[in-house]
């Protein structure tokens, strides 16, 4: 996967943005020490580190979002001290979150050119707007109708339309955070694609992300931070993958993901559940499936190939209007969530923050959570039992902080992950279905719950995993069944359990025309 | 029945006839706020009462407190051809583009019960009113007249803070006390005009003022309100009437229960007949071609135990109040 | 939980105390008793009294909020309830009333849990139907008058007396402990807040949201019908038009002092009651304080502003820069 850094025909030694002995307090904790960071013109340069690294502490201060305490900044030579992110935008340096800040009623033309749109007399030339705004995505390897409502689009070209505008601002570095969370690879292309354009026209990138792989393809330096230092800055093409997991973590890791589960070779259980002809019109295309104790079966496919659509019609989530489903041999209705969670069924989905966690209940309410509605009302779980139940999975799981009492919103990404899957394992149930549960969480915990589904399956729980991460899928999958356009195409057993197999399945006929399928 | 009473009866009867005979033609359109109110309810049906009266055709239009609807009920009534108009206008502006279609249909417009902003003024053959400054008056100089020369402690319950009706009766109480320099308003607090505020404010002025012992007088905007403070004094242990005097305005059916029972003193007549004297405008000025005065104003009758409440009690319940 | 409340009620507390204390001030025989044909009678008294509908109010209200929802009809629900027992009461007896008069909350919440729940429609469009229907509806029944009746028994809800209590304050305070009992007792109170926290994640977690949202509505309509029971008992009629007026302004400001966020999620039912009582301190201090009424709402207004000021994350964070520039400063 590791593609030649990007030859480009600026100048890579002058930096255009310098940071020096920044630092930066919350209370007692200090966020960022004395960090350096230097940005050349027409690099793209990650910037790396676990959560709490002080990544996005950096970011915030560089931008004017906080004050810092100590330090300079320098932009092109000059040095700079942005009270506001509208401050930073003006001196040249603009960001794009992971959440896209734009308003998604409007069109991607009013987006561009919200605020300084071309007028006439005071009328809004809508026209030339629209005209202009095609030309300028035009350059960024885009053609689509600017007319339309930004929502109408995919994250990415949001995403995209959200640099434009940046970049648009007249802006010299862009700081990218998260970017490619929620894309699928396919949309990750069309933004990589603008990021090489822009770094070719002398923009410097910042660019924040959690995959690796997409770090050893676009960027042409990384910058490690660890518990708010500077850990050190290297060219990508001298740093092997290791050493950088070594730089981010501090240590060795136990097991990384690299190397294959001994799942393989283990006996199947029975036959958990089974599925005949089970689909939706217009969502997943009917599909037999059949799960069993002691076993994981991936799905792989890209965003919107039917994955998720095939979990939620698994767990009620969306009501199947054909085929039938069956458990323990026993046919069953599954209507509703509620349904699948009283036949023993637990869901983590991919959308954690808005579908997975309560974030104003604290931990320990948050893991009883599935528990108590099957109990239903009149069964309340008594305060010692709630407590009891809580204790014991975060010790199972080391969720950290220890606190069952604290709002899991203020729990990291990982932590928030273990805390849902918690909520499933306290109903002791038959069949667990998680939707990238590795998504938006840092190294350590990515390779703890990759461990945790393994130990889940050894116990002989049925395991139904989705993954964007085919290295993942192919460490803990006993069967890989590969989606495209909504479809279930291919089934993968036994040694035929490779990422180079699953993308030839994947990729096998048009594989990119999922990309207009809406997820 | 005997038979004087028939003839009676049937003179009446006759009479009625004839005059409807020279009225037969007029059709009037009446366009009410709504049923807000008991009062506004009373309105509505004495005007269709008075109406029969005078046998004239008569057509209300409910607006539900509305002016769109009131205007619409307006252009209706123009094209109905009607022979004059009836206007409770439920705000004071607004009117003029509506009122000029009907002057130039040659349809004369009555303003009942409230006035319109001065710019219409050419706009309307009269308008039939109460004046609230002056119902607050006779409340005043009922209780001066009343009290005598003792020194006297007066606690008021205004209505809606900011309603014009409120200010104009405070106004009209006002002066008429400010005469007497031994009453004295002393607590002054808005009831919102409703029992419930009434009885909420009369708990917390019975409190401040010793117990209700201070109290001489309690003078309330409104009946309602006045029901709501009476009970607040029973349930203090106070003798409403008696320990403490009454004086309203409204005279609403409830105040004369209040009044035989000797709970209350006295209620000053907003009386729901307006349509009764605009009637009468009317069919003289389209018989005889008489311009009435540009404001008609109604009587201010005060009611006390003396003018037999119970009567009035029965002859008000089945208006709506 | 009670471990929390205390620092949740804190700014609450503060708020209801200082009030009382101004009310003291403002009228030195504030907290004077003495008991008045077996009912004890005093300005502290009228406070419970008078705060009972919009504490029964925010009862309901604050579960309704607590599911992310909120309902405006409760003060035409009152309305309907009080006109509807003011008409049956010197014809039936207070059990077949009082029946009536609930069964008419009963249904009034469900309608808006259906309109919510199953028909999805935004809380604050579905409850307006009702809000402004529900008037008309009361005004049906009483035929646009003002009802009363003399029925002893129902005019004992209102000015009756239990132990001393004003009969109105004897059934907040039951209505308080049954509600706390229905939902700490059970686990509505941790599926309401999941509901309201996150609807999504509860629904995909196996809660019966739907069920949830259902059942806060009914409860919140049968609370406004005990408060239109208790407003008619109280004046010995049913005001159609005036009765429960704007009180759901008053019940969301409550439950909102109490501080349950309007976005749902956590509740607190003391905290409600308890934000009842502040708005009601202060309506009653501000009527024995003789200012002229033209103040009243302004006076209202800077007091709750006050209040929830106290209450802002935001503020304390300030205090907190505050005081570290201030230590800060030589």
Redesign the interface.
Known sequence: MQAPAMQTNVDLDSPLLEVRGLSKSFGALKALQEVDFTLRAGEIHALLGENGAGKSTLIKVVTGVFARDAGVVRLAGGEIAPRSAKAALDAGIATVYQEVNLLPNLSVAQNLYLGRQPTCFGVVREAEMRRRAKALLNGFGLDIDVGAPLSSYSVAIQHVTAIARAVDLSARVLILDEPTASLDRHEVEILFKAMRQLAAAGIGIVFVSHFLDQVYEICDRITVLRNGRLIGERETASLPRLELIRMMLGRELAETTETRAPAHSGAMGEVCASFKGFGKQGYVAPFDLELRHGEVVGLAGLLGSGRTETARLIFGAERADSGEAEVDGQAVRLNSPRDAARLGFGYCPEERKTEGIVADLTVRENIVLALQARRGLHRPLSRREQDEIAMRFIRLLDIRPPDPERPIGLLSGGNQQKALLARWLATEPRLLLLDEPTRGIDVGAHAEIIRLVRDLCDQGLALLVISSELDEIVTYSNRVVVLRDRAHVEELKGEAVEVSSILAAIAADGATAAQGAVP | MTFKALLAASATAALMLAHSASAAQLTIGFSQIG????W??AETSVSKQEAAKRSVNFKIADAQQKQENQIKAIRSFIAQGVDAIFLAPVVASGWDAVLKEAKEAKIPVVLLDRDIDPSGKDLYLTAVTSDSVHEGEVAGDWLAKTVGDKACNIVEL?GT?GASVATNRKKGFDTAVAKHPNLKVV????G??????G???M???I??ENGGKSICAVYAHND?MM??AI?AMK???LKPGKDILTVSIDAVP?IFKAIAAGEANATVELTPNMAGPALDAVIAYKEKGTTPPKWIQTESKLYTAADDPQKVYDSKKGL?? | MTLRLPRRGLAQALALIVILMVDRVVSPQFFNLHLQDGRLFGSVIDVLNRGTPVALLSLGMVLVIATGGIDLSVGAVMAIAGATAASLADAHSLPVVLLAALGVGLLCGLWNGILVAVLRIQPIVATLILMVAGRGIAQLITEGRIVTFTSPDLVWLGNGAVLGLPTPVAIAIGMLLLTAAVVRGSALGLLIEATGGNARASELSGVGTRTMILAVYVWCGICAALAGVIAAADIMGADANNAGLWLELDAILAVVIGGTSLFGGRFSLVLAVAGALIIQAMNTGILLSGYPPELNLLVKAVVVLAVLLVQSPRLSDLSGIMARWRSKKP
């Open positions: 049923s807000e109110s008991g506004r309810a205004q803070v607590r002054s607090q808005t919102d005009f409703t029992r419930a505020k009885k909420e404010v708990e917390s002025f409190k401040a309602d029901v709501g009970q349930e203090a242990g409830d709506g109040y």
